[in-house]
C-alpha cells in the first residue's frame, strides 16, 4: 500500500511499475495457494509474513502441485511515518523463493544437444517502498499531496531485474468535485 501510487491501477496509477514494486516478480508469483499471518495496529498493517507455493496455479485448484518446486517467503514491515507533522509510511520487504530457476548468464536460446540449461537454486529480491504527505486537505486529512517512491535489489543470477527505482510526486486534484 502506498499513498500516491497503489490502487491495482483501479483508482491510481495503472502502471506495474506504480502499483507494486516489479523486483519481486521473480519470486513472488501471481496466483498460488498459502498462507500467513499479519499484525494490525490502528486499522493497518504493521507486519505481513506469507508462504505461498512457488509456482503459479492460476490455472488449477493448485493442491495437486502445492510445494511440489518449492516455496516463497515474503516478509513485510510497514512503519507509520509523521515527518514535518503529516503521516507517510516506510515499508521494508523481502521475497525469498526455493524454486529451481534458468541462470540467466547462459542464453536459453542457444541450446547445444546433450548440454542443458544451467540451473540456480532459490532466488531473493529486497524492496523499500515509502509515501509521504507534504500538503494535507485542512478539511480532509485523507487528501492532499506528497511523494513517493520504491527501490529494490533483486539476485542477479535468476532474475531479470537486478534493480528497480521509482520515484514520484502524487495525490488529490485541488477541485473539490474530483476526487
Do not use: C
Not at 492460476?58 to 511515518?81: K, M, Q
Request: net charge negative.
Amino acid at each position: 500500500m502506498n499513498a500516491f501510487a497503489h490502487g491495482r491501477g483501479k483508482t491510481q496509477f495503472s502502471n506495474a511499475a506504480f502499483v507494486a514494486t516489479p523486483i519481486g516478480l521473480r519470486t513472488i508469483v501471481y496466483s498460488s495457494l498459502g498462507a500467513g499471518f499479519l499484525i494490525m495496529r490502528e486499522g493497518e498493517p504493521l507486519f505481513t509474513f506469507t508462504v505461498i507455493n512457488s509456482t503459479d496455479t492460476s490455472r488449477t485448484s493448485g493442491f495437486d502441485e502445492l510445494f511440489a518446486n518449492g516455496a516463497s517467503v515474503i516478509p513485510e514491515l510497514r512503519l507509520p511515518t509523521n515527518l514535518f507533522g503529516r503521516s507517510g509510511h516506510f515499508l521494508f520487504g523481502a521475497s525469498w523463493s526455493s524454486r529451481d530457476y534458468a541462470a540467466l548468464e547462459q542464453d536459453p536460446f542457444i541450446v547445444l544437444p546433450d548440454i542443458p540449461i544451467s540451473r540456480k537454486t532459490d532466488s531473493w529480491s529486497l524492496y523499500w517502498n515509502f509515501d509521504q504527505y507534504l500538503f494535507v486537505d485542512p478539511l480532509d486529512p485523507a487528501r492532499g499531496w506528497g511523494v513517493f517512491g520504491r527501490a529494490g535489489i533483486a539476485d542477479a543470477d535468476t532474475n531479470p531485474i537486478e534493480w528497480f527505482l521509482s520515484f514520484g510526486v502524487g495525490g488529490n486534484s485541488p477541485m473539490v468535485s474530483r476526487p
